[in-house]
C-alpha cells in the first residue's frame, strides 16, 4: 500500500472522544480541533450530539454517536429510542454495540433481531454494529459477523475500547474473521489505535474507518514521516 498523505489519512479517522466527564467547554475544543484536522467524523456521547451537529453544520464532518455504549447489555426497545433520538438530534452516523451478553450465550435469534430492530429505525442513517472483539471467541466473531452481514449493516466494528484492547496481532486476526464472514460488510477498526505505524498497518488489511482518540497525534506522525522523507529526496540520507 503507498503512503497516504496527512489529508487522506484523516478520512480514514473517526475522532473520538466518549469520555463522560467532558464538558461542554472541552467538547467545543475536540470539535475545533477536528475541524482543523478534517477527520471523517466525530463520535461523540448522545449527550452531545446536538452540540456537534450544530457547531459543524458547515463542515463535511459527521456526527457520529454511540448507542448502548459500552455494555451492549441493554434492551432493543431502549436501543431503539436511542437512535431515534440521536437521529432527531442530528447524528448522521450511529455505533450500536451488539448485545454481548447474547452472544456470549450463543442467542443468536436474539443477536440478529436486536440488530434488525435498530437497523429499521436507523432507516438511511450509516449504522455500524460494535461486537467487541476483545471480549468474543472465534467462533462468536464469524457468527455476530455473519449476522451483521446477513442484516446489512454498513460497517462491522471491532471494539468499544472500553472493555479491554487487543493486541496488533490480535486485531488482524480477528479483521481476517470479520471479512470471511462479512464479505459485503465495511470494516471499522478502534481500540488502542494510537500511532501512525498501527493506523497505516490496520488499514493496509483492507478496513474502511479507524475509530480513535489519538487522531491528531497520528496525523501529526504522518507529518513528520512525510517531512523526513522530502529532506532525504533532497539532500540523501545522512550517514553516521
Known amino acids: 500500500m503507498k503512503m497516504m498523505s496527512p489529508e487522506e489519512l484523516a478520512k480514514y479517522i473517526e475522532f473520538t472522544n466518549l469520555d463522560n466527564t467532558a464538558t461542554e467547554e472541552q467538547i467545543i475544543t475536540f470539535l475545533e ?19 456537534a451537529s450544530t457547531i459543524l453544520k458547515d463542515s463535511e464532518i459527521k456526527v457520529v454517536t454511540v448507542i448502548d455504549f459500552p455494555l451492549g447489555a441493554g434492551s432493543t426497545e431502549a436501543k431503539v429510542t436511542e437512535v431515534e433520538t440521536a437521529i432527531k438530534n442530528g447524528a448522521d452516523e450511529i455505533d450500536m454495540v451488539a448485545n454481548i451478553p447474547a452472544i456470549k450465550s450463543h442467542d443468536f435469534e436474539l443477536v440478529e433481531s ?78 488502542g489505535i494510537r500511532n501512525y505505524k498501527t493506523a497505516y498497518n490496520i488499514i493496509s488489511t483492507g478496513i474502511s474507518k479507524i475509530g480513535a482518540s489519538a487522531g491528531p497525534q497520528i496525523i501529526e506522525e504522518l507529518k513528520q514521516v512525510v517531512d523526513n522523507q522530502e529532506e532525504v529526496g533532497k539532500t540523501g540520507p545522512r550517514l553516521i
Open 33 to 51: 480541533i477536528a475541524e482543523q484536522y478534517d477527520f471523517y467524523s466525530v463520535v461523540v456521547n448522545p449527550h452531545y450530539v446536538n452540540l
Open 114 to 191: 436486536d440488530i434488525k430492530a435498530v437497523k429499521e429505525a436507523c432507516k438511511d442513517t450509516s449504522l455500524k454494529v460494535i461486537i467487541e472483539c476483545p471480549l468474543i471467541d472465534d467462533y462468536e466473531k464469524a457468527t455476530a459477523s455473519r449476522i451483521c452481514d446477513n442484516c446489512e449493516v454498513d460497517y462491522v466494528k471491532t471494539s468499544t475500547g472500553f472493555n479491554g484492547e487487543e493486541s496488533f496481532n490480535e486485531m488482524v486476526d480477528s479483521i481476517k474473521v470479520i471479512k470471511k464472514n462479512a464479505p459485503h460488510t465495511e470494516i471499522k477498526a478502534a481500540g
